[in-house]
């Protein structure tokens, strides 16, 4: 297979777990719910997440102790971040346990959440209390009536807002903000969003709108490019470029030329970022996957139920990260097209 420019830019050391690219495994995500009160048409659709549709039960979801205990061997594999998703997490009941008991976990150094913040107001004081290092808002336009459209189930921007700002009274600064763009949806939004939260201390974060799943009719004339994102803001607020924070940053950083703050532009479309993928996930019921396009994955629940030891399970994971070959968004062509790919809700975003 050839490489496809394929080389990490980052040194590995020599005893550091590597897939077949050489891409060590850093960070874990971790879906604790399928279940979700939004119905985001990109994500959840109505036609498909209705009455009919069968979610995990609750005896196949992952408890907070196999969470743990799957924790405990990544972070001996040497994983050091872990972000907390689904579906809704703050669905989950007592979150703040989960997250208590991972903030303790020797080696994991930031324990993070993304949320659509509709109980967020609720939470945000004793999320912090448990630990939580930081939280990733999603909020696709602060226009109400293109907001409810794309949530479908009516939530307002200003409840999302005073979310947000419940989380920054709770020590949770700077916020990221995540907004997924589509075309013709609520790209004639992206300046008012930049205008916003500039000089606010949080960060938005543009999305190229991806083909994750099967549900959501994706194609390719619905996303906006990235550059047409920056160029659009920068006509309004001047951007510059700004290094990443460290290699393997997802989100193309830019400043805003007066000093008022940054944005983020996630490009997995159009620019993909494979080469510095460090990304293992667990979806709610406890299978790994290695690709957040993955069609399939290894179910370390079963291990688990089966009374597998830690060295088992360390095994298991050691052998599917090295042999891990994934780069979908590379791929990304009609090579790709057609695969059975799993729902964003059920591997976590
Ligand atoms: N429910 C939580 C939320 O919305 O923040 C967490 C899970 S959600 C699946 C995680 C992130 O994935 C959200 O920011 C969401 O906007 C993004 N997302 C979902 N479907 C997407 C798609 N098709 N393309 C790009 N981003 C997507
Ligand atoms: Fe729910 Fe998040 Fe998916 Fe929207 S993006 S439907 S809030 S899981
Ligand atoms: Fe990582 Fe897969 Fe996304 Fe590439 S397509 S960046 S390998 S999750």
Request: aromatic share 6%; charged share 25%.
């Given at each position: 297979?050839?490489?496809?420019?394929?080389?990490?830019?980052n040194?590995?050391?020599?005893?550091?777990?590597?897939?077949?690219?050489?891409?060590?495994?850093?960070?874990?995500?971790?879906?604790?719910?399928?279940?979700?009160?939004?119905?985001?048409?990109?994500?959840?659709?109505?036609?498909?997440?209705?009455?009919?549709?069968?979610f995990?039960a609750r005896?196949?979801l992952?408890?907070?102790?196999?969470?743990?205990?799957?924790?405990?061997?990544?972070?001996?594999?040497?994983?050091?971040?872990?972000?907390?998703?689904?579906?809704?997490?703050?669905?989950?009941?007592?979150?703040?346990?989960?997250?208590?008991?991972?903030?303790?976990?020797?080696?994991?150094?930031?324990?993070?959440?993304?949320?659509n913040?509709?109980?967020?107001?609720?939470?945000?004081?004793?999320?912090?209390?448990?630990?939580?290092?930081?939280?990733?808002?999603?909020?696709?336009?602060?226009?109400?009536?293109?907001?409810?459209?794309?949530?479908?189930?009516?939530?307002?921007?200003?409840?999302?807002?005073?979310?947000?700002?419940?989380?920054?009274?709770?020590?949770?600064?700077?916020?990221?903000?995540?907004?997924?763009?589509?075309?013709?949806?609520?790209?004639?939004?992206?300046?008012?969003?930049?205008?916003?939260?500039?000089?606010?201390?949080?960060?938005?974060?543009?999305?190229?709108?991806?083909?994750?799943?099967?549900?959501?009719?994706?194609?390719?004339?619905?996303?906006?490019?990235?550059?047409?994102?920056?160029?659009?803001?920068?006509?309004?607020?001047?951007?510059?470029?700004v290094?990443?924070?460290?290699?393997?940053?997802?989100?193309a950083?830019?400043?805003?030329?007066?000093?008022?703050?940054?944005i983020?532009?996630?490009?997995?479309?159009?620019?993909?970022?494979?080469?510095?993928?460090?990304?293992?996930?667990?979806?709610?019921?406890?299978?790994?996957?290695?690709?957040?396009?993955?069609?399939?994955?290894?179910?370390?629940?079963?291990?688990?139920?089966?009374?597998?030891?830690?060295?088992?399970?360390?095994?298991?994971?050691?052998?599917?990260?090295?042999?891990?070959?994934?780069?979908?968004?590379?791929?990304?062509?009609?090579?790709?097209?057609?695969?059975?790919?799993?729902?964003?809700?059920?591997?976590?975003?």
């Open positions: 297979m050839e490489p496809d420019n394929l080389e990490p830019s040194p590995v050391s020599p005893t550091a777990l590597v897939d077949t690219f050489s891409r060590p495994m850093r960070d874990l995500r971790i879906s604790v719910t399928d279940r979700c009160n939004f119905r985001c048409r990109y994500c959840m659709p109505k036609e498909i997440f209705n009455r009919d549709y069968e995990l005896d196949l992952l408890s907070f102790e196999e969470i743990g205990r799957i924790v405990t061997v990544f972070a001996d594999l040497g994983v050091n971040k872990i972000r907390i998703t689904g579906g809704e997490p703050l669905l989950r009941r007592n979150l703040e346990d989960l997250i208590g008991s991972i903030k303790g976990i020797e080696g994991i150094e930031d324990v993070t959440l993304t949320t913040a509709s109980l967020l107001e609720r939470k945000a004081g004793s999320l912090v209390a448990a630990g939580l290092d930081r939280v990733t808002v999603s909020l696709d336009s602060l226009d109400n009536d293109v907001f409810m459209a794309m949530n479908d189930v009516g939530f307002s921007v200003d409840d999302v807002l005073a979310g947000i700002d419940a989380a920054a009274a709770a020590g949770l600064t700077p916020i990221k903000i995540n907004m997924v763009v589509q075309k013709g949806v609520n790209d004639h939004t992206i300046v008012d969003m930049a205008r916003h939260f500039k000089g606010s201390g949080h960060i938005v974060r543009y999305i190229e709108y991806m083909d994750v799943g099967t549900t959501n009719q994706w194609c390719m004339d619905d996303v906006v490019p990235g550059k047409d994102i920056v160029a659009m803001i920068s006509e309004a607020f001047p951007l510059e470029p290094d990443p924070n460290y290699t393997g940053e997802v989100a950083r830019w400043q805003y030329a007066d000093g008022t703050g940054e983020g532009v996630i490009t997995s479309v159009t620019q993909p970022f494979c080469a510095t993928c460090t990304r293992a996930r667990i979806s709610a019921e406890g299978s790994l996957y290695t690709c957040l396009f993955a069609s399939g994955g290894t179910d370390l629940r079963s291990m688990l139920r089966a009374g597998a030891s830690d060295e088992e399970l360390s095994d298991t994971i050691r052998s599917v990260w090295t042999a891990r070959d994934d780069r979908y968004s590379q791929l990304r062509s009609s090579r790709t097209a057609g695969l059975r790919k799993v729902e964003m809700s059920y591997i976590g975003g």
